[in-house]
């Protein structure tokens, strides 16, 4: 049975910070894709920064720069730093974890389409 529970959310004034976690329990990952998506009231989700098994990363346009996606295997878990952050920011926030698009190393970039296996519950992100 594959968990995954974020933690981390909250109300952050403009400009602040928030650091994401999401702890995956009851899988054991090796070549896939993890993510972060967000989904703001009345729009669709959307990715936000997608990381493989061998470390390479890819950002959302309105997120470079100020988000920094991580994972430590160790752990089972990935991160999300916020940085920088704004009302446009506000949102749920998921991870997900085994992308059915990941073809391998160099095809991180399609990490960022929903098409997952598995889902989090969500971090409610607040910013004012």
């Known amino acids: 049975h594959v968990q995954l529970v974020e933690s981390g959310g909250g109300s952050v004034q403009v400009g602040g910070s928030l650091r994401l976690s999401c702890e995956v329990s009851g899988y054991t990952y090796s070549s896939i894709c993890m993510a972060w998506f967000r989904q703001a009231p009345g729009k669709e989700r959307e990715g936000v920064a997608a990381?493989?098994?061998?470390?390479?990363?890819t950002y959302a346009d309105a997120v470079k720069g100020r988000f920094t996606i991580s994972k430590d295997n160790a752990k089972n878990t990935l991160y999300l730093q916020m940085n920088s952050l704004s009302p446009a920011d506000t949102g749920m926030y998921y991870c997900?974890?085994?992308?059915?698009?990941?073809?391998?190393?160099?095809?991180?970039?399609?990490?960022?389409?929903?098409?997952?296996?598995?889902w989090g519950q969500g971090t409610q992100v607040t910013v004012s």
């Open positions: 990381i493989d098994s061998t470390g390479s990363t």
């Open positions: 997900a974890a085994d992308s059915l698009l990941y073809g391998g190393p160099g095809s991180v970039e399609y990490c960022l389409s929903p098409e997952y296996n598995y």
